[in-house]
């Protein structure tokens, strides 16, 4: 039974965006057993798919803030052992970058490492690590470019394959009890504040949404979200702030939602995973590249490109058609 290691470690966008290509290569070959390495905040997006075999953490982020500790060397050592102790026939280096191109160092594979050319790749350099190099277009989806590498990389077609991210919904039916029986989940955090929508579009929203008698629920991650989500609840009834929650706590509470709202963040991808309807808002970056992608043909949420994220109102009525 081949087995693969495909390292996919960050960010949280580009870890869902792998999925469909793990559900591609589960598809055409029955036999095949996949292992995943990723960044340990991350952790739970490959153990969505009922395809992935072995979940592998990685922690090079916390590991860079104090790279020459015991702890971390201990780590990195537990780490390089557990690669080394089990062959892969293959290894498939979808993130492209010198960071994961110098873990492929790490691992054994009978038929070498794969990963894209140096002109398809993000760091040109990364691409030496690799035996097998595969020439995918730079002007394509990130999806389209991880579907296209492993289907070379596994030898086969993905003709008349539509997208799907082959997540198990099942495991999405803890919701929370407490919740409101109609609401909308509004991702409003990014990691940079150009990419923020205003408080003021955000208090519009939440105007409109209780006329309709729809709740809209704020998850947060860090200080500065927290105290934006503080704020807009204490103006309105209608706003929730949900606990700090794990991502499949938030996946679970999001696949219940009649729809989401959200900034350039990989919050959004999460949705699209999940199949929801809904809006993403692109205020700095264009979506042609990176945007939200929902499975099968049609794309549930819109894409909104920065010459329109500002035109709340036009964006508060589409909301409301998708919610009629």
């Keep these: 039974m081949p087995r693969i290691l495909i390292i996919k470690t960050s960010s949280l966008g580009d870890v869902v965006h792998m999925l469909p290509a793990v559900h591609d290569a589960a598809q055409q070959r029955k036999d095949l057993t996949i292992d995943w390495l990723v960044e340990e905040n991350f952790q739970e997006v490959p153990s969505w798919s009922a395809y992935i075999n072995d979940v592998i953490p990685v922690a090079i982020r916390r590991w860079r803030q104090s790279l020459f500790s015991s702890k971390t060397r201990q780590e990195i050592r537990l780490l390089k052992q557990r690669l080394q102790s089990t062959e892969y026939d293959m290894v498939v280096d979808t993130q492209g970058l ?9 691992v054994k594979a ?45 030898d ?8 799907n991210y082959g997540v198990e919904m099942e495991q999405f039916s803890n919701v929370p009890e407490n919740l409101p029986k109609s609401y909308i989940v509004a991702l409003h955090g990014t990691s940079k ?11 519009q929203l939440i105007e409109a949404m209780s006329v309709i008698n729809v709740y809209v629920l704020f998850p947060w991650g860090n200080q500065r979200e927290k105290e934006r989500v503080e704020f807009l609840t204490k103006q309105s009834s209608n706003a929730i702030m949900l606990a700090k929650s794990s991502l499949s706590e938030l996946a679970a509470i999001i696949s219940k939602a009649q729809a989401v709202i959200g900034m350039d963040t990989g919050l959004m991808h999460i949705a699209a995973a999940l199949n929801k309807q809904g809006l993403g808002l ?16 049609t794309n549930l949420i819109e894409n909104i490109s920065a010459n329109k994220t500002q035109d709340i109102q036009s964006i508060i009525n589409k909301m409301l058609v998708l919610l009629n």
Excluded at 98 to 106: C, G
């Design 193 to 203: 504040i150009d990419k923020e929508w205003s408080i003021d579009a955000w208090q």
């Design 156 to 163: 086969y077609s993905l003709d008349n394959m539509s997208l």
């Design 98 to 106: 010198l960071k994961s191109a110098i873990l492929t160092r790490w």
């Design 282 to 297: 692109y205020p700095v970056t264009e979506p042609f590249l990176t945007g939200v992608l929902t499975a099968g043909n």
């Design 110 to 154: 009978k038929q070498g490492i794969w990963g894209y050319d140096k002109s398809s790749i993000r760091e040109p350099l990364a691409s030496y690590f690799y035996q097998h190099r595969a020439k995918v277009s730079r002007k394509i989806h990130a999806i389209e470019r991880n579907r296209q590498l492993l289907a070379q990389a596994l």
